[in-house]
């Protein structure tokens, strides 16, 4: 059965805020046929980096970013689908991955079978990826309730979808959720690893896309430019497996330590109550930007 993939990102000043896009796009690149990447104008070489990836497989759309939008970070879904946008035509399925994540290569084949299995199903819009998100160092990964569990990244070439809200989703047609697989493949999520002084860097500029800057001086920036991951974190777990092996070289050379103890740990009032009712009951609260199949 013959089966044609695009995989699709959009990233802008990946030097200065030090986004693993390299690994990202490579972390996917082996099951897909061509890669489109929208790249923002930068004020980095962010260009060039791109360009030396795989020309054979990848095209770039040059873009520019409309700085006037501060609200809901949706120039990220707008930058989302000026790339999905330029996908070929003839194209199955669009795999989509952000600047900050990355597949493990134990979990292609997972992808690709999943792809291969539901290609003629038109029921299908999507595939649903698991999560780790990852924080203060490459060592430790997010266990409360704030982060979420799962999102689409594979999602059918049809133009009647597009990114949603801040390129977190997607949505087809009237603003309709789309009817999505669950599939055993997690994203690594690498957008709270960072030194700390880049992490509140980035912080400062991506909340231009959300707030104003009043907002920005009040709850962002800090007199010493520096991102205190311990203090705005309350539970975190291990994480004791491999990692993909195109970060080895990125984790290696990681400059900067952050250490927690994990006997700190402290659930919020709300996530005993979500964990007892999720227990009890099987009810679970995270938010779902997707219908499951039945």
């Known amino acids: 059965m013959s089966m044609k993939v695009s995989g699709f990102s959009f990233i802008k000043n990946a030097l200065i805020y030090d986004f693993p ?99 003629d199903d ?16 490459y060592d430790y990964v997010g266990a409360s309730s704030k982060w979420y569990k799962h999102e689409i990244r594979v999602v059918r070439n049809d133009r009647s979808i597009y990114s949603y809200r801040d ?17 055993n493949a997690y994203v690594y999520h690498y957008g709270w690893v960072k030194e700390p002084e880049t992490m509140q860097s980035k912080l400062e500029n991506n909340s231009k896309y959300w707030h104003d800057d009043q907002w920005i001086n009040e709850n962002i920036r800090t007199e010493n430019n520096s991102y205190a991951y311990d ?41 005993k109550i979500k964990g007892f009712l999720n227990k009890a009951f099987g009810l679970d609260f995270s938010y779902k930007n997707y219908k499951l199949a039945k």
């Not at 952000?98 to 493990?104: A, F, K, W």
């Open 21 to 119: 896009i390299v690994e990202a796009i490579k972390s996917i690149l082996p099951i897909c046929d061509e890669f489109v990447v929208a790249v923002g104008e930068s004020e980095d070489d962010t260009l060039e980096l791109i360009r030396k990836i795989d020309p054979r497989k990848i095209r770039i759309v040059e873009t520019q970013w409309d700085e006037s939008l501060r609200e809901g970070g949706q120039v990220l879904a707008l930058e989302t689908d000026k790339a999905f946008g330029k996908l070929s035509g003839d194209s199955d399925w669009a795999f989509y991955i952000q600047g900050d994540e990355v597949i493990h290569e134990k979990y292609l084949d997972v992808v690709y079978d999943a792809m291969l299995k539901y290609k």
């Open 167 to 183: 390129a977190q989703g997607f949505r087809k047609g009237e603003n309709e959720k789309l009817v999505v697989q669950p599939i």
């Open 231 to 271: 203090r705005h974190i309350k539970e975190l777990k291990l994480f004791q497996e491999e990692h993909p092996q195109v970060m080895k070289k990125r984790i290696e050379t990681k400059n900067w330590k952050f250490e927690y103890d994990i006997s700190r740990n402290s659930k919020s009032t709300k996530d």
């Open 122 to 137: 038109k029921d299908i819009d999507g595939l649903l990826f698991k999560y780790l998100h990852f924080y203060g160092s």
